[in-house]
């Protein structure tokens, strides 16, 4: 908080902040996006680098299982279909087959890798190149029949053994007969193990990070560097769910591919160090960048402070004397600048403070007079004599109640005048006012005076300056409805305009007023001049003239008239609350 209101009292502390907030704050912004983007360039290339290096050995896993799967032909010749459908005479086959075997290890590249191949009918009958013609145990037998992966006769199932203690990976199809589709038998190739531990410890001698191998069922095949473990990925399900990508976990870069040839999923394992080292470079030289580029707008930030900050301290030294009351000080400038603008423009605004004050001095003048009126004009000896006849009137002729009843309107009506001082109340109150002294008006005028009220009650907790309506009230009542035969009515009409302002109408029926003593009271009221205290419009002119100092324009009354007919006055006040 003390940073704070230091800034806040301080104009060079302030550019201090706009320089960093403006210059500073952007170029390490630029620094850190400039090295954001490198790093994601680097990486994204490193990662691109990393699934390469991993689809070429899967491709090259591929090629070799590939190979090896065209020795699956042995099982569509004729004498190994011969061999699996007759369980008796196979002995010319059997030497068929295996002679077959020898032709096909002798013209394929990748022949050295296969160890043994076996061929098996449904009843266990098998032939092999180590072992010729054999009988199949029952439980290997019926573990090949089961075999869920073996199901579609398409599938081959490749899976890790040990063949003379030595890692071998067994591959096994099925044998389908091309007329009627069934199974006739299985075919086993053997492959050695190290076939494909040598091509991946090759390529993951050139690489850092460690390299392994998993099956379908995502158990590992294979591991490089040998002794190493496979790596534990925390984020498998994104592994299984995907056949290619990348993710990163810690400290790691995880890139993986799926073979369509074997469902094998090649996996390497990279420290992201190792990946991103280059970045470091990049982020040394944004460092220097931005840090010197800093050190040379704070210097530039001093130098200009210097020349503007000398004037500035002068235009507040003559602030501060005009603060302390002296409304003559001047400012005198030596300069052509926008501080000398800011050195005119204060001399200038002075000279309309002066001119200001002047001018409230009167309007608070013109306002107090105004009021006065108000008051003077409410406290009408006459009024004040004909109520109090009234009273005596009625006491006579022993109507208590009703002399109750005007004595309480009458003590209310001067209350409510009186406002303990306020200036302005509520509209209800001021309702409340023009009710009491209709009250009284109309055990006067019973027979010649119908009042009524249309108000929204929405307005009533709005306030208004006190005793606005009611001279208009007794304006309508003396100058309207008096001065016409027969009876006259008053409509008090209230609610909110469209532009959200409060109007009031005081409509009566009375004798109305000529077009020009109209216009002599438009005229007087824009004036803000009444006319004198007996003369009619006098309580008008007096209620806009308040009206207007207070609330400022458009506010005021507005006034419509037809002679013989009546008239409209009509209130426009904000919508405030008290």
Same mark, same amino acid.
């Given at each position: 908080?003390?940073?704070?209101?230091?800034?806040?009292?301080?104009?060079? #502390?302030?550019?201090?902040?706009?320089?960093?907030?403006?210059?500073?704050?952007?170029?390490?912004?630029?620094?850190?996006?400039?090295?954001?983007?490198?790093?994601?360039?680097? +990486?994204?290339?490193s990662y691109a680098l990393a699934q390469q290096k991993v689809d070429q050995l899967t491709r090259e896993f591929d090629v070799i299982i590939q190979d090896i799967k065209l020795f699956n032909e042995i099982g569509k010749k004729e004498s190994t279909v011969q061999f699996l459908i007759d369980s008796k005479n196979t002995a010319n086959e059997a030497k068929d087959i295996l002679t077959m075997i020898n032709f096909y290890k002798e013209n394929y590249q990748y022949s050295d890798s296969i160890m043994n191949?076996?061929?098996?009918?449904?009843e266990g009958k098998?032939? +092999?190149?180590?072992?010729?013609?054999?009988?199949?145990?029952?439980?290997?037998?019926?573990?090949?029949?089961? +075999?869920?992966?073996?199901?579609?006769?398409?599938?081959?199932?490749?899976?890790?053994?040990?063949?003379?203690?030595?890692?071998?990976?067994?591959?096994?199809?099925?044998?389908?007969?091309?007329?009627?589709?069934?199974?006739?038998?299985?075919?086993?190739?053997?492959?050695?193990?190290?076939?494909?531990?040598?091509?991946?410890?090759?390529?993951?001698?050139?690489?850092?990070?460690?390299?392994?191998?998993?099956?379908?069922?995502?158990?590992?095949?294979?591991?490089?560097?040998?002794?190493a473990s496979a790596p534990e990925v925390e984020n498998r399900d994104f592994i299984e769910e995907n056949r290619y990508g990348y993710l990163t976990e810690r400290s790691k870069l995880i890139v993986f591919q799926t073979s369509d040839i074997t469902g094998w999923k090649i996996v390497r394992v990279s420290p992201l160090s190792e990946i991103v080292k280059s970045t470091e470079n990049i982020k040394s030289l944004i460092i220097i960048t931005v840090g010197s580029s800093i050190i040379f707008i704070i210097g530039?930030?001093?130098?200009?402070?210097?020349?503007?900050?000398?004037? #500035?301290?002068?235009?507040?030294?003559?602030?501060?004397?005009?603060?302390?009351?002296? #409304?003559?000080?001047?400012?005198?400038?030596?300069?052509?600048?926008?501080?000398?603008?800011?050195?005119?423009?204060?001399?200038?605004?002075m000279m309309k403070i002066n001119t200001l004050v002047k001018k409230s001095v009167d309007e608070q003048k013109q306002l107090k007079i105004a009021e006065l009126r108000t008051l003077q004009a409410q406290i009408n000896?006459?009024?004040?004599?004909?109520?109090?006849?009234?009273?005596?009137?009625?006491?006579?002729?022993?109507?208590?109640?009703?002399?109750?009843?005007?004595?309480?309107?009458?003590?209310?009506?001067?209350?409510? +005048?009186?406002?303990?001082?306020?200036?302005?109340? #509520?509209?209800?109150?001021?309702?409340?006012?023009?009710?009491?002294y209709l009250l009284i008006q109309k055990i006067r005028y019973q027979d010649i005076l119908d009042v009524t009220f249309h108000l929204n009650e929405d307005i009533l907790k709005y306030e208004i300056i006190k005793l606005s309506l009611q001279p208009l009230v007794e304006n309508a009542i003396y100058h309207g409805i008096k001065n016409k035969r027969g009876k006259g009515f008053v409509r008090i009409k209230g609610d909110f305009n469209p532009e959200g302002h409060i109007c009031i109408d005081v409509i009566d029926n009375g004798i109305g007023i000529k077009e020009d003593e109209l216009m002599k009271i438009k005229k007087q009221m824009s004036q803000g001049v009444p006319f004198e205290k007996d003369r009619g419009g006098f309580g008008m002119v007096n209620v806009h003239q308040r009206l207007v100092l207070f609330y400022g324009e458009p506010f005021g009354l507005k006034i419509n008239s037809w002679y013989g007919s009546g008239t409209r006055v009509r209130i426009i006040i904000p919508a405030k609350r008290c």
């Open positions: 908080m003390k940073l704070i209101r230091r800034i806040n009292s301080s104009f060079r #502390l302030k550019l201090m902040v706009m320089f960093i907030l403006l210059t500073v704050i952007p170029l390490i912004v630029v620094g850190v996006v400039s090295y954001i983007k490198s790093y994601n360039i680097v +990486s994204e290339n191949i076996r061929i098996i009918d449904l098998a032939i +092999s190149e180590d072992r010729g013609v054999y009988l199949l145990d029952k439980v290997s037998l019926n573990q090949l029949k089961n +075999s869920n992966d073996l199901e579609d006769n398409m599938n081959t199932v490749i899976q890790p053994i040990y063949k003379n203690s030595t890692p071998a990976l067994s591959m096994t199809s099925a044998i389908v007969s091309d007329d009627s589709k069934k199974v006739l038998g299985f075919i086993t190739i053997i492959i050695k193990a190290s076939t494909f531990k040598n091509i991946l410890h090759e390529t993951a001698s050139k690489i850092s990070g460690t390299i392994h191998i998993e099956d379908q069922d995502g158990n590992t095949l294979f591991v490089s560097p040998e002794l530039l930030y001093y130098f200009i402070t210097s020349r503007l900050i000398l004037p #500035l301290r002068v235009l507040k030294k003559k602030m501060k004397q005009a603060s302390l009351g002296d #409304l003559n000080v001047m400012v005198t400038n030596h300069r052509t600048d926008e501080i000398a603008d800011l050195g005119e423009n204060f001399n200038s605004m000896p006459h009024f004040l004599y004909n109520t109090l006849e009234t009273i005596i009137w009625m006491a006579e002729a022993k109507k208590g109640e009703q002399v109750v009843e005007i004595t309480k309107a009458l003590s209310h009506f001067f209350r409510i +005048s009186l406002s303990k001082g306020k200036d302005c109340i #509520l509209l209800e109150d001021e309702i409340e006012h023009i009710r009491n």
